[in-house]
């Protein structure tokens, strides 16, 4: 899973910006970041490779058709429960596409209240690996954002000790450094990677 630079900004500011249509970049932004989410979550639920390849397609559109009316409030519930939501009304319409043949989605109007609102009627499983899977493109990005505030062997010891889960002697000894050069970076950035996955976890809460 992949995370471009910035990819887990506040949600108001890049929800704010999608709600102009024409603004390609946040739009990118915004699929770079949600579609391995929304596709994995998919996958594990059951669904073959076409079928979450559409649960992705399908998600976005509802999104897209929010934008226009969208007023962004985080009392009325959290931007990871309402794209939860619609994700997984998705992969439910799949499942009943599978029993009943092709169905037609329910029309999408846009009003975001109506589906924060909603009782949550999700089985615990699939609360469960949503969880799991929105917890790895946090730290997917907390990653992406940390190697952007330092230098590339910096990166690449952190990379291998904290999330290759190497040895320290074997780090030291494939890059021809010293341990203590290993234990300064994985320690130095480290912080900035415990820093950055903080603030989007604050984030991602609102």
Known sequence: MNATLDSIPTRQSLLQRLKGLEN??????????YWSLIYTTAT???????????????TI???????????YDPRIGSFKAWLRKLTKWRILD???????????????DGDLSFLLELPDESDLSFDSQ????????????AVAKTKTRVDEKQFQIFDLCALQGWPVEKVASTLKIGRPRVYLAKHRVGK?????LKSIDAQSQS
Do not use: Y
């Not at 559109?61 to 007023?71: E, I, L, N, Q, T």
């Not at 029993?99 to 989605?105: D, F, N």
């Open 24 to 33: 390609q970049d946040s739009w990118q932004q915004f699929f770079e970041t």
């Open 44 to 58: 594990r639920a059951g669904l073959n490779d076409a079928e979450a390849q559409d649960v992705v397609q399908e």
């Open 61 to 71: 559109v509802c999104v897209v058709r929010s934008m226009p009316k969208f007023d």
């Open 94 to 108: 799949h499942f009943r596409k599978r029993k009943a043949g092709p169905v037609r989605m329910a029309d999408f």
């Open 130 to 141: 949503w969880d799991e899977e929105w917890r790895r493109a946090m730290i997917d990005a």
């Open 192 to 196: 900035i990677f415990e820093s950055e």
